[in-house]
């Protein structure tokens, strides 16, 4: 059970906060299929080289991917692919909220045009 203590939610909130930058997720994507080095990331999201190094260090810093050397090539790998269960969850979660307020727009859009088609009838009638 999770503790509402500062002390055991501080590691929480910086792990979000690390997974709160889209060029980090971006680079989280790119590993989903396996290890890459830089280059290969660079590729695969489109970010610059000096980009895509600061957010590869944040994420190793942190535990989520960790770094292979091989040769002269230093390879980067997801180390708890529970990530992307996390990642799908939200993803699920958004798409629910998405769907429900896609349904009350449209009620409200189906009740407003009942309400103006009333007031044009009721118009009418008194002409």
Partial sequence: ????SPTTLTPI???FKVLSEVS???VLCALKTGAKNVTEIMEITQLKQANVSKHLQILAQTGIIKRQPQGVSVFYEI????IFDLCELVC???SVRLAQQSQQIKQLENSA???SDGLRVNLGDRR
């Fill in 1 to 4: 059970m999770l503790e509402s």
């Fill in 13 to 15: 909130a910086e792990y």
């Fill in 24 to 26: 980090r997720l971006q």
């Fill in 79 to 82: 180390s708890d692919p529970i």
């Fill in 92 to 94: 699920q979660s958004l």
């Fill in 113 to 115: 045009l009942a309400t």
